[in-house]
RNA sequence: CGGGGUGUAGCGUAGCCCGGUAUCGCGCCACAUUUGGGAUGUGGAGGUCGUAGGUUCGAAUCCUGCCACCCCGACCA
């Protein structure tokens, strides 16, 4: 590991590329625009992933998996749904390779498959398929299934975490009787997501729902959970779409009502992927490496002895035993880092590195006084404590932590939205300041286009309860009804 | 996919213009002394110079293709 890293102020595209690096969350692979995950990235990727999952089954929803291959047609049955897709879908034509004879292995040519198989950008279409089969009355609805799963969008331009051509995610596809029920879906997992990203992730969003232009491909509403980095650019963390009979009507997938009438049924989808990753990075993280919030941390308390010799060493991993004990009985994943091969210090700075909420370091003069030296992630404070009733004060320390890196996030994005009235600050803002833009927009997809254009800024949400405001759009001066919130974006 | 840049030991690099088998730092291994914020000394190991061709007596160096990464655009979660 090499000392240091790019400060945020300096680079702070580098400083993330790096910390991912240095922190041993993600390595860029062999295949372009493919990253390997590492254990320790792994880890959280796996936290997110088991308190998502806990609660879309706690609102009613079961796992199942579908097929990572799409036959092409199913995926010409959805027009605007193709539309937004095929220019990044990664295509199977051939089943077999052989021997070319001069010992190079070549496509077979005979091996050409009649029906060219699309690795999934998403999965509505093969699900659709299916759901045809599985849904005839409306006692079969909801429907309420979800999946974890890779998918592929041939990106052109990737970023670990953010962009990779192969990313991790879950796609929930729900199937409902009437409009309505999907659309409280829609909002439901919205609010699960928000929940998420709040409570677990410690970060901030706002929700909102998607512009027409922003919406995802064959969606009546996206819904979104936007939230802001510590550079000031916005990253949808998260989308739920209702996604009408669009479907329904492309896949046929019809069901009897109550009254004994055949519809079609109503859908709705939602995800959230690795991105997440890159959210929870460059929320929290410093110039010193990843900031976790301890919900989230693979290891939540670490313990480095100090010691000068074999009796000392000995009477330290005591104490830590019995320590590590009553650490595990709260729930607390802890780790006694007894390595001999690195001295303190370079723990120290290894674990900030990696984000490890709590540090604990117990050395000869703790065991003289009967304390520990307890040092913070998130303020890098450091205070002596006595050992007496020290597992519930670090119990109470990191709820104190994830709290305050909540905090800290939502003051920075709370000063980082600017209301403005003129298309001049609105580009002054954006340049001198970033961070979302609240501001009049006449509605248009033109002016919002011309906007993007101008200014690199696209309309991140118009934000759920949006107080109504009349007001002029600040490029074309037509009347607008409420505000919306631009920024520049991941 | 368009423009620009980079690729030399695990990491960061010198050498490339002007061709002669590779420099330095960190890391790694061994031993010793160390251990409350990234230790020090001594000794040692580690290289198809991204890759495939070409030019040449000889290529890290010159030429061509390809691959990957970084930055900027278009596209996107």
């Excluded at 000068?308 to 607390?332: S, T, V």
Aim: one cysteine or more; charged letters at 25%; proline letters at 3%.
């Amino acid at each position: 590991m090499s000392k240091g890293l790019t400060s945020r102020a300096d680079d702070y595209s580098q400083w993330y590329n790096e910390l991912v690096t240095k922190a041993d969350l993600a390595e860029h692979s062999a295949v372009r625009g493919c990253m390997v995950i590492k254990p320790y990235g792994y880890s959280i990727w796996e936290k997110m992933q088991a308190a998502l999952d806990k609660m879309f089954k706690d609102t009613g929803h079961s796992n199942a998996y579908f097929p990572l291959f799409i036959p092409k047609s199913f995926f010409s049955k959805e027009a605007s749904h193709v539309e937004g897709f095929a220019k990044e879908c990664a295509v199977v034509t051939h089943y077999r390779l052989k021997n070319d004879g001069n010992n190079n292995i070549v496509v077979d040519e005979d091996a050409k498959l009649e029906e060219e198989l699309i690795v999934r950008p998403t999965s509505e279409t093969i699900i659709w398929n299916t759901y045809r089969g599985w849904i005839e009355s409306y006692r079969d609805l909801p429907l309420l299934i979800n999946q974890w799963a890779n998918v592929v969008r041939w990106e052109m331009r990737t970023r670990l975490f953010l962009r990779t051509a192969e990313f991790l995610w879950q796609e929930g596809h729900t199937a409902h009787a009437t409009s309505q029920e999907a659309v409280e879906e829609a909002e439901r997992m919205l609010e699960v997501y928000a929940d998420f990203a709040q409570n677990w992730m410690a970060v901030p969003v706002v929700k909102g729902i998607k512009t027409p232009n922003e919406r995802f491909a064959g969606a009546l509403e996206t819904y979104c959970i936007e939230a802001m980095m510590q550079d000031g650019k916005a990253l949808q963390a998260g989308t739920s779409h209702f996604l009408g009979q669009n479907f329904a009507k492309a896949f046929d997938v019809k069901f009897t009502n109550k009254e004994g009438k055949l519809d079609h049924v109503w859908a709705t989808s939602w995800g959230v992927s690795t991105r997440l990753m890159g959210a929870l990075i460059m929320a929290h993280s410093d110039d010193a490496g990843l900031v976790l919030p301890p919900k989230l941390a693979p290891i939540q308390v670490v313990i480095v002895p100090i010691y000068k010799n074999a009796e000392e060493f000995k009477q330290i991993g005591d104490i830590a035993d019995a320590l590590i004990a009553e650490l595990k009985a709260k729930g607390i994943s802890v780790k006694y880092d007894d390595r001999d091969t690195q001295r303190p210090g370079f723990k120290f700075a290894e674990y900030e590195l990696k984000g490890v909420p709590v540090r604990l370091a117990i050395g000869g003069r703790d065991l003289q006084n009967g304390t520990a030296e307890v040092a913070r992630r998130d303020t890098k404070e450091k205070m002596s404590v006595s050992r007496e009733g020290l597992a519930d004060r670090l119990e109470n320390l990191l709820d104190e932590i994830q709290q305050n890196i909540y905090n800290k996030a939502l003051q920075y994005r709370d000063e980082h939205i600017t209301a403005v009235d003129s298309y001049e600050d609105f580009k002054r803002v954006l340049d001198e300041k970033a961070g979302f833009v609240s501001a009049h927009w006449d509605g248009t997809a033109e002016t919002e286009q011309r906007i993007k254009e101008e200014t690199k800024a696209t309309i991140r949400c118009i934000p759920l309860n949006n107080p109504k405001e009349d007001g002029a759009c600040i490029v074309t001066g037509k009347p607008s009804a409420q505000r919306v919130l631009f920024a520049r974006a991941y």
